[in-house]
């Protein structure tokens, strides 16, 4: 079975400095897609970038990149010079292939809040 | 571009009351269409998805129902609601293989 982990229901940063955000999957597919979610308060569900498993960069949007080690299976989040608005919860998913081919079921973490310092 | 609405945005409903959630998508054909539910401080739970008008699949047993009358329009019902269905009900577009898109989402609250 698919299993996304998130070990850290809470994290503080101070404003400016950089975070990690952790995320472990547990799948027996070969071919399977990882993403990381922003939640503000407000609830609204935001995409912020996207690893497939056979990407060999590590995927980078802005200020995210993902730190992808394929061989521990995790898909780590990377946030640079933080801001007060990244105050938020962020989820970490995984869509898998097998048995989900196209129907792009995503299986989500528990989440980690996010706190920024000034 | 795509935008995707779902209404209304809070509701409040006695136990044993029906219920009606009403998602729609603009701007793309032929979606697949997702509901997921959020408990307070956990991560979302899919309930429905649809690769179609008409095609519905359920991934947890439970007090609700979906439907999909329309391409784009994605429906939640229950006809009794009990109280754990509070939560709040996520709606989201994808192509299937890519991210999926979320609406901002209904708070519903039994009593």
Same mark, same amino acid.
């Not at chain 2, 998508?25 to 649809?50: C, I």
């Given at each position: 079975a698919q299993k996304i982990t998130q070990t850290q229901p809470g994290m503080f940063v101070q404003e400016k400095e950089a975070v990690t955000l952790d995320c472990t999957y547990d799948t027996s597919d070969q071919s399977y897609g990882l993403f990381w979610y922003k939640q503000p308060s407000s609830g609204e569900m935001i995409f912020l970038i996207y690893q497939g498993s056979y990407d060999e960069q590590n995927a980078t949007e802005g200020r995210y990149s993902l730190n992808f080690q394929k061989a521990r299976k995790s898909a780590n989040l990377v946030i640079s010079a #933080?801001?007060?608005?990244? #105050?938020a919860m962020y989820f970490c998913a995984m869509r898998g292939s097998s048995g989900s081919s196209n129907t792009g079921k995503l299986i989500f973490g528990q989440g980690t809040t996010l706190q920024v310092k000034p | 571009s795509q935008t995707i609405h779902q209404w209304p945005a809070t509701l409040v409903q006695p136990v044993g009351s029906p219920l009606s959630l009403e998602c729609t998508v603009e701007g793309t054909s032929n979606p697949n269409l997702y509901w997921y539910r959020q408990a307070a401080g956990r991560g979302l739970q899919l309930l429905f998805y649809s690769v179609g008008i008409g095609q519905i699949s359920s991934e947890v047993p439970q007090n609700l129902s979906a439907s999909r009358p329309q391409d784009r329009q994605f429906i939640l019902s229950s006809k009794k609601l009990l109280l754990s269905d509070s939560g709040f009900y996520l709606c989201a577009w994808g192509t299937g293989y890519n991210e999926q898109f979320f609406g901002p989402g209904t708070r519903l609250t039994v009593l």
């Amino acid at each position: 079975a698919q299993k996304i982990t998130q070990t850290q229901p809470g994290m503080f940063v101070q404003e400016k400095e950089a975070v990690t955000l952790d995320c472990t999957y547990d799948t027996s597919d070969q071919s399977y897609g990882l993403f990381w979610y922003k939640q503000p308060s407000s609830g609204e569900m935001i995409f912020l970038i996207y690893q497939g498993s056979y990407d060999e960069q590590n995927a980078t949007e802005g200020r995210y990149s993902l730190n992808f080690q394929k061989a521990r299976k995790s898909a780590n989040l990377v946030i640079s010079a #933080s801001q007060l608005g990244d #105050s938020a919860m962020y989820f970490c998913a995984m869509r898998g292939s097998s048995g989900s081919s196209n129907t792009g079921k995503l299986i989500f973490g528990q989440g980690t809040t996010l706190q920024v310092k000034p | 571009s795509q935008t995707i609405h779902q209404w209304p945005a809070t509701l409040v409903q006695p136990v044993g009351s029906p219920l009606s959630l009403e998602c729609t998508v603009e701007g793309t054909s032929n979606p697949n269409l997702y509901w997921y539910r959020q408990a307070a401080g956990r991560g979302l739970q899919l309930l429905f998805y649809s690769v179609g008008i008409g095609q519905i699949s359920s991934e947890v047993p439970q007090n609700l129902s979906a439907s999909r009358p329309q391409d784009r329009q994605f429906i939640l019902s229950s006809k009794k609601l009990l109280l754990s269905d509070s939560g709040f009900y996520l709606c989201a577009w994808g192509t299937g293989y890519n991210e999926q898109f979320f609406g901002p989402g209904t708070r519903l609250t039994v009593l």
